[in-house]
């Protein structure tokens, strides 16, 4: 198949969009913090503005060289990825922050390798999907391999302890296998032992069985469990349709926890009302709608099911982060993808919108 001489243009300037809106919010909600917690408002900007262009590089490079190459590193992709995800539990590599071990610290530099494990898995997918046509002949073993090695990371994700990522590789993995062609009644009788382990999880972590009653009941524990939501809800009623304007947010003011990372779009909601938020609500759906088309137009099966695989990847993790800035569902730790302050969350993202951009350039007219 002729390469194309451009890639997707519609998938580069939503990238483009998100990633400017992400480092204007970034410093927008954490400049007070950075300069009460580190005296330099823009501590948290300076790093953010570095992974964002250390990931438009990354960009560049995938989208230079051919993605069909990526099939043959998918051994060494899962090797390093299981590596990293054992060293981070392992100190003084592993940095721990508020009680979890979810980060390798190299210098002044730290990298959650979680965010490799996602799209190594990806990539492996893609790759055994491509190999195996006709899964469906070979009966339900055939998913044993894809499932062991989803089960394998998402085992090492949940000891940090990191049960939104966690979820987030065995929702990758079941999507892609449906999107393959697996029958649902497969995927249901692999749901089944898993439901168990997720309730026992849920349940041997007393702040996670809190999280699930402030689900229900935020105002049951208002300065407790529930206080985060709360102050999110009050971040878009504050916002209103036009919202507060850029750095008039109120709840940036220490009253809103995580304010630049997990729930930004909560201070998206308030500064720029329900206007902006539903305009950065409709360039995700631009970016996943130009990533399927991506993904039914490759040349061929490893390409369409990485690209189905990569949008399906970020369309998880942003409707997960909206899901629960909204409380929609319960609290977990994803950041917005583009747009959450997070170096290794942002590296991720953007070298897998370049590999997406490569092979928009490889697909039928």
């Given at each position: 198949m002729p390469r194309r001489l451009r890639p997707d243009?519609?998938?580069?300037?939503?990238?483009?969009?998100?990633?400017?809106v992400g480092?204007?919010?970034v410093y927008s909600a954490s400049a007070i913090v950075a300069a009460d917690r580190f005296h330099d408002p823009l501590f948290f900007?300076?790093?953010?503005?570095?992974?964002?262009?250390?990931?438009?590089?990354?960009?560049l490079v995938a989208l230079r060289v051919d993605y069909r190459r990526l099939e043959r590193l998918v051994l060494p992709a899962l090797a390093l990825a299981g590596v990293l995800l054992l060293l981070v539990l392992v100190p003084p590599l592993g940095h721990e922050i508020n009680g979890t071990r979810r980060w390798i610290r190299l210098g002044f530099v730290s990298f959650q390798p979680?965010?490799?494990?996602?799209?190594?898995?990806?990539i492996y997918l893609a790759a055994f999907l491509a190999r195996r046509r006709a899964p469906l002949e070979e009966g339900r073993a055939a998913l044993l391999p894809p499932l062991g090695?989803?089960?394998?990371?998402?085992?090492?994700?949940?000891?940090?302890?990191?049960?939104?990522?966690?979820?987030?590789?065995?929702a990758l993995t079941l999507g892609l296998l449906y999107l393959a062609g697996t029958p649902v009644r497969w995927l249901l009788w692999t749901l089944a032992p898993a439901l168990p382990l997720l309730v026992a999880a849920i349940w041997m972590?007393?702040?996670r069985l809190r999280r699930i009653m402030a689900f229900w009941d935020p105002w049951s524990d208002p300065r407790g469990s529930g206080f985060q939501i709360i102050q999110s809800w009050l971040a878009f009623a504050n916002g209103g349709v036009?919202?507060?304007?850029?750095?008039?947010?109120?709840?940036?003011?220490?009253?809103?926890?995580?304010?630049?990372?997990?729930?930004?779009?909560?201070?998206?909601?308030?500064?720029?009302?329900?206007?902006?938020?539903?305009?950065?609500?409709?360039?995700?759906?631009?970016?996943?709608?130009?990533?399927?088309?991506?993904?039914?137009?490759?040349?061929?099966?490893?390409?369409?099911?990485?690209?189905?695989?990569?949008?399906?990847?970020?369309?998880?993790?942003?409707?997960?982060n909206l899901g629960v800035v909204t409380g929609l569902l319960p609290t977990k730790g994803l950041p917005l993808p583009f747009i959450s302050f997070g170096g290794s969350a942002l590296l991720t993202t953007m070298l897998s919108t370049g590999v997406l951009l490569n092979i928009s350039q490889h697909g039928h007219a």
């Amino acid at each position: 198949m002729p390469r194309r001489l451009r890639p997707d243009m519609w998938l580069f300037g939503v990238a483009v969009v998100l990633l400017s809106v992400g480092v204007v919010m970034v410093y927008s909600a954490s400049a007070i913090v950075a300069a009460d917690r580190f005296h330099d408002p823009l501590f948290f900007l300076k790093r953010q503005l570095s992974w964002a262009l250390l990931g438009s590089g990354a960009l560049l490079v995938a989208l230079r060289v051919d993605y069909r190459r990526l099939e043959r590193l998918v051994l060494p992709a899962l090797a390093l990825a299981g590596v990293l995800l054992l060293l981070v539990l392992v100190p003084p590599l592993g940095h721990e922050i508020n009680g979890t071990r979810r980060w390798i610290r190299l210098g002044f530099v730290s990298f959650q390798p979680a965010e490799l494990a996602k799209l190594a898995l990806v990539i492996y997918l893609a790759a055994f999907l491509a190999r195996r046509r006709a899964p469906l002949e070979e009966g339900r073993a055939a998913l044993l391999p894809p499932l062991g090695i989803a089960v394998a990371f998402a085992g090492l994700v949940l000891v940090q302890p990191d049960l939104g990522n966690c979820l987030t590789l065995l929702a990758l993995t079941l999507g892609l296998l449906y999107l393959a062609g697996t029958p649902v009644r497969w995927l249901l009788w692999t749901l089944a032992p898993a439901l168990p382990l997720l309730v026992a999880a849920i349940w041997m972590a007393p702040y996670r069985l809190r999280r699930i009653m402030a689900f229900w009941d935020p105002w049951s524990d208002p300065r407790g469990s529930g206080f985060q939501i709360i102050q999110s809800w009050l971040a878009f009623a504050n916002g209103g349709v036009v919202g507060e304007g850029v750095g008039g947010s109120r709840q940036k003011l220490f009253y809103l926890p995580e304010a630049h990372t997990d729930f930004i779009f909560a201070i998206v909601g308030e500064e720029l009302g329900l206007v902006g938020a539903l305009a950065v609500v409709a360039l995700f759906a631009v970016l996943v709608w130009r990533g399927l088309r991506i993904g039914l137009r490759a040349p061929e099966p490893f390409g369409a099911y990485l690209a189905l695989g990569i949008t399906l990847l970020i369309a998880t993790q942003t409707l997960v982060n909206l899901g629960v800035v909204t409380g929609l569902l319960p609290t977990k730790g994803l950041p917005l993808p583009f747009i959450s302050f997070g170096g290794s969350a942002l590296l991720t993202t953007m070298l897998s919108t370049g590999v997406l951009l490569n092979i928009s350039q490889h697909g039928h007219a």
